[in-house]
Nanobody
Framework: QVQLVESGGGLVQPGGSLRLACAAS????????MGWFRQAPGKQRELVAT???????NYADSVKGRFTISTDNAKNTVYLQMNSLKPEDTAVYYC?????????WGQGTQVTVSS
């Protein structure tokens, strides 16, 4: 089992920045990849960014050049640095961890981009 706890969401003006953090605990050695997904009201959950255990990253086209995913292995934490935020980035952001057999989700953190 893997437990994930997100933090760092909030309200920010367009053009601003936020950094989300996701702390993993439990069977962390079984994790192959971690990522961030988001879900806006009335929309399906979508991939934002992923990172593998060998640091290969993947980004949604809508966030390329603005968002950066990274990990701190000593802290068992994955981060999502979000710059140049737009109103359309408003959503609940979910942390995700994948093992060979299971996928785990955090509880989500709200990000609202508004003036």
């Amino acid at each position: 089992q893997v437990q994930l706890v997100e933090s760092g969401g909030g309200l920010v003006q367009p053009g601003g920045s936020l950094r989300l953090a996701c702390a993993a605990s439990g069977s962390i050695r079984s994790i192959n990849a971690m990522g961030w997904f988001r879900q806006a009201p009335g929309k399906q959950r979508e991939l934002v960014a992923t990172i593998t255990i060998d640091d290969n990253t993947n980004y949604a086209d809508s966030v390329k050049g603005r968002f950066t995913i990274s990990t701190d292995n000593a802290k068992n934490t994955v981060y999502l640095q979000m710059n140049s935020l737009k109103p359309e980035d408003t959503a609940v952001y979910y942390c995700n961890a994948a093992t060979w057999f299971s996928v785990y989700w955090g509880q989500g953190t709200q990000v609202t981009v508004s003036s």
